[in-house]
C-alpha cells in the first residue's frame, strides 16, 4: 500500500530555535497533505491542508506565520515550527491520499515527537 | 461532516472477538463511514470503510445498521498488537484528499 513518511521520528530543540518536520509520500503524488498535531491523551486536531504550489490553508486558531507549510513537489511538504516553545512540544503527524482516486484512504506518517525545552 | 459517538474505552480479552461501536445518528446518505486505528507513539492506520453494505477485509468486519445511524467495528479474534485507539469518522466524499476530523475515539486494551 501507499507510504507516507516523516522525518525527524523525534526532536528535541531549545526554546527560540526552528525545526523543520519532513514529510514524504514515497510512491505516489500528493497534490493535498495535511498537518495534524496531537497532546498527549488527546486526539488529532488539525492544522493545516498542504497544497502543492500554492499557499497553505489554516485551521482557525493556527499561526501560519509560526507553523510555516511549504508543499514545493508532490511529494514532499514540510512544516516548520518557528521560535518554538515549550508549549509547542506536541506529536506532529502529516497524511496524504493519492489525488482523484475513488474509493481510498489517507496514508498517515509516523509522527513526529516535538519536545522543546 | 457528520459529529460520531464512541465509548471512551473497552476491553477484551485475547483471541475474542472485539465489538467497537460507533454513533452517528446525524449521518447523510452520502457520506461514508470510516474506521482508523492508533497505536500508541504512531500515525493512524486506515482499517476499513463503508456506505451502506457491510464490509470485511484482512482486518476487520463493518456493519452498518439499515438506517446508517450506527455501526460496529469487529476484530474477529483480538491480538495484543490491536491495543490501540481506534476513531470512527463520518466523511461526506469517498476521494481520499479531503481532511479528516478525528473525535475522542474508543480506546480498546486487550487482555491476556
Known amino acids: 500500500g501507499a507510504v507516507v513518511s516523516q522525518h525527524p521520528s523525534w526532536v528535541i530543540c531549545k526554546s527560540g530555535t526552528s525545526v523543520k518536520i519532513e514529510c514524504r509520500s514515497l510512491?505516489?503524488?500528493?497534490?493535498?497533505m495535511f498537518w495534524y498535531r496531537q497532546f498527549p491523551k488527546q486526539s488529532l486536531m488539525l492544522m493545516a491542508t498542504?497544497?502543492?504550489?500554492?499557499?497553505?490553508?489554516?485551521e482557525q486558531g493556527v499561526e501560519k506565520d509560526k507553523f510555516l507549510i511549504n508543499h514545493a513537489s508532490l511529494t514532499l511538504s514540510t512544516l516548520t515550527v518557528t521560535s518554538a516553545h515549550p508549549e509547542d512540544s506536541s506529536f506532529y503527524i502529516c497524511?496524504?491520499?493519492?489525488?482523484?482516486?475513488?474509493?481510498?484512504?489517507?496514508?498517515f506518517g509516523q509522527g513526529t515527537r516535538l519536545t522543546v525545552v | 461532516d457528520a459529529k460520531t459517538t464512541q465509548p471512551t474505552s473497552m476491553d477484551c480479552a485475547e483471541g475474542r472477538a472485539a465489538n467497537l461501536p460507533c454513533n452517528h445518528s446525524?449521518?447523510?446518505?452520502?457520506?461514508?463511514v470510516y474506521w482508523y486505528r492508533q497505536i500508541h507513539s504512531q500515525g493512524p492506520q486506515y482499517i476499513i470503510h463503508?456506505?451502506?453494505n457491510n464490509e470485511t477485509n484482512e482486518m476487520a468486519s463493518l456493519i452498518i445498521t439499515e438506517d446508517r445511524k450506527s455501526s460496529t467495528l469487529i476484530l474477529p479474534h483480538a491480538t495484543l498488537r490491536d491495543t490501540a485507539v481506534y476513531y470512527c469518522?463520518?466523511?461526506?466524499?469517498?476521494?481520499?484528499?479531503?481532511?479528516?476530523?478525528f473525535g475522542t475515539g474508543t480506546r480498546l486494551t486487550i487482555i491476556p
Open positions: 497524511s496524504a491520499s493519492a489525488p482523484g482516486t475513488v474509493n481510498t484512504e489517507a496514508f
Open positions: 510512491d505516489f503524488q500528493a497534490t493535498t
Open positions: 498542504s497544497n502543492e504550489g500554492s499557499k497553505a490553508t489554516y
Open positions: 446525524t449521518i447523510s446518505g452520502n457520506e461514508y
Open positions: 463503508g456506505l451502506k
Open positions: 469518522i463520518v466523511r461526506l466524499t469517498n476521494f481520499g484528499n479531503e481532511k479528516l476530523t
